[in-house]
């Protein structure tokens, strides 16, 4: 699966803190009950002493063990490893009588779930991924440790900034469930949308539909040559809230998200839902979806849009990486924000999803909690990030690091989707918040049903309503709001 990721917006937003948001933590799989109950147990059993603190200095502000061991699991998908090898191999030259044991897995929950039980997990994690841990269930059940210090110790660059002070908007809030402390330090910075080929949409003489009348024209003008207008991950439909999401706050307004988000009675039956869930099944009644779409994965998916089947896709920039073997030098690849329905629209065309992702932790019961902050603050450095968006063509939660970097056409394309944005940037929280819900119900009982044919729009409005309802009357799962 692609690396999980992405957001950004500016602060003083009038109508929403636009700041108060997410993480797209999308590619998720549904904890098991083991996992949960480990969660709720606090996993005491066994638990290991911590190491004793080392020196404080200019040098070591975190007062790392300079001999302690350090261990570091890391999501092998979209990114691969290679970055948090890099940053390893600083920490190693740093600290050369500490032994850093390094892993990567694509199975974060099934191989650290054990270890989260036994007391005993590592000292930084990468969790992503289709079987990433619950944020929510961590959060709530005090799994993991404040990360705090990290961000009020200087930063490697600069010793009279903060490390929190050198970030993107928005990725210190994203890190905090309702409010300080900050738990997950998100270390990507995703752009959502709708990405497409250049290449093929002037080739089909078009630009890139700015309301829907010129979407479905575009699809059509496509279909007319033989290429459908749309394909998205079909087995995994958490995909669509890429571009359905930011589609609905840009027709409602972003307090439409934000009444989804807190789980609100008849909150998917605002208006705004309504328009967009039936712009979007257009797309599927006028026969614009590549056929065969909803039995693909997300793979399989791209494959067919980078081979020129399809025109539009919603995902995450970590695309580019994740389809570059497939993808022709000559593509051209772009992002923009998702298509609105008309100047009616609350927001601007423009409106975005863009977050952090590839969420970083550091568990409360882990050995040397310090050399995994100090791995962190590192990578937050902007040599680590400058080698992260060149091997990877992703920006990372430092703001700044691409300098003297010739960007790929994703990535300048995202970063020019940004600037369009400015202060027009939302982040669903259902991602990180509710994973169950937002994976299992909302995508693949919902969103996928219908863009497949098989529900109504206002039958699945109706159906997801229901999950949402029933989540929020469930005591067994922690609640958050927006503040």
Not at 92 to 103: I, L, Q, T, Y
Not at 247 to 253: E, F, L, N, R, S
Not at 274 to 289: M, V, W
Request: one cysteine or more; a negative charge; glycine letters at 10%.
């Amino acid at each position: 699966m692609g690396s999980t990721s992405a957001h950004s917006g500016r602060e003083g937003v009038g109508r929403r803190d636009l700041i108060k948001r997410s993480a797209a933590l999308g590619l998720i799989a549904v904890p098991t009950m083991s996992f949960l109950s480990a969660c709720a147990s606090g996993g005491d059993s066994g638990s290991e002493e911590k190491v004793d603190k080392g020196k404080k200095s200019a040098e070591n502000p975190l007062a790392v063990n300079e001999t302690a061991p350090l261990e570091i699991v890391i999501f092998d998908g979209g990114f691969g490893t290679k970055y948090a090898e890099d940053a390893k191999a600083v920490y190693e030259k740093k600290f050369p009588d500490a032994k850093v044991k390094f892993s990567s897995t694509q199975k974060i929950q099934s191989v650290l779930q054990p270890r989260f039980n036994q007391g005993s997990p590592p000292d930084l994690i990468d969790n992503s991924g289709a079987e990433q841990m619950d944020m929510g269930v961590l959060v709530g059940k005090k799994q993991l440790a404040d990360l705090t210090p990290l961000l009020d110790a200087p930063s490697v660059d600069d010793p009279n900034k903060k490390v929190r002070d050198t970030l993107r908007p928005g990725i210190v809030e994203m890190g905090q469930f309702d409010g300080d402390p900050v738990w997950i330090m998100y270390y990507a910075y995703t752009v959502y949308g709708v990405w497409y080929s250049q290449k093929a949409l002037d080739s089909l003489d078009a630009t890139y539909p700015e309301t829907w009348d010129d979407m479905l024209t575009v699809c059509e003008k496509a279909k007319k040559k033989g290429i459908a207008g749309w394909t998205y991950a079909g087995k995994h439909p958490y995909y669509i809230p890429f571009s359905l999401y930011p589609m609905i706050a840009k027709v409602g307004g972003p307090e439409t998200l934000d009444a989804i988000d807190n789980l609100e009675p008849n909150a998917w039956k605002h208006p705004a839902v309504k328009t967009c869930f039936e712009a979007y099944y257009e797309l599927y009644k006028k026969g614009y979806i590549l056929e065969g779409t909803p039995g693909l994965d997300h793979i399989q998916s791209q494959t067919a849009w980078t081979e020129g089947k399809a025109l539009f896709i919603p995902n995450g920039s970590w695309v580019e990486n994740e389809a570059a073997k497939t993808m022709p030098k000559d593509f051209n690849l772009a992002v923009s924000a998702p298509t609105g329905i008309d100047s009616s629209d609350k927001m601007p065309f423009g409106t975005i999803w863009a977050s952090g992702g590839e969420p970083f932790i550091v568990p409360a019961k882990s050995k040397n909690p310090d050399g995994g902050m100090e791995q962190l603050r590192i990578m937050l450095s902007e040599e680590s990030s400058k080698n992260f968006t060149t091997s990877v063509k992703s920006l990372s939660a430092f703001n700044g690091g691409t300098d003297g970097i010739e960007l790929t056409p994703g990535l300048k394309s995202g970063v020019a989707a940004l600037e369009k944005a400015g202060e027009n940037v939302v982040n669903p929280r259902l991602q990180d918040w509710y994973v169950a819900l937002q994976k299992e119900k909302i995508g693949v009982g919902g969103l996928g049903e219908m863009m497949a044919g098989r529900l109504t729009p206002a039958e699945a409005i109706k159906k997801i309503q229901g999950y949402a309802d029933e989540a929020a009357k469930d005591d067994s799962i922690q609640h958050y709001k927006h503040q």
